[in-house]
């Protein structure tokens, strides 16, 4: 266990935050980028585009049924995730029961064995 935790030189800690900050804004560009492709992808016809306030009005139709329509589906499957969700969460659980076990059966000290 202790080659897990070394110490890290000023050189290193320093890395690996400019690491860390550098995949924080690659990953916080690729959500915007994301967020701006959904949003456009709801009514490709011209939802950037200036027009009249018709077409105003109907982009902003199209996208609240559109979000509408996600919520509802997504809230259709939330039993499903919920019982996958606590599956996980139960093995995990169990998992780690596990482990403490094997933990203190190895440490009881004298013979150990069964």
Same mark, same amino acid.
Do not use: H
């Given at each position: ?26 990953v ?27 077409v ?12 509408? %329509? ?26 780690i ?7 203190? %059966? ?9």
């Amino acid at each position: 266990m202790k080659g897990l935790f070394k110490k890290i030189g000023k050189k290193a800690q320093t890395l690996d935050l400019v690491t860390g900050t550098i995949v924080g804004l690659v990953v916080l560009i690729f959500i915007v980028f994301a967020v701006i492709f959904g949003v456009s992808s709801l009514n490709p016809s011209g939802f950037f585009t200036r027009g009249t306030n018709n077409v105003s009005s109907d982009a902003m139709i199209s996208l609240q049924e559109n979000t509408t %329509r996600v919520v509802s589906n997504f809230s259709q499957q939330l039993p499903v995730l919920g019982t996958i969700l606590g599956v996980v969460l139960l093995l995990g659980a169990l998992g780690i029961l596990i482990l403490v076990i094997y933990r203190f %059966r190895g440490t009881a000290g004298g013979s150990g064995s069964l």
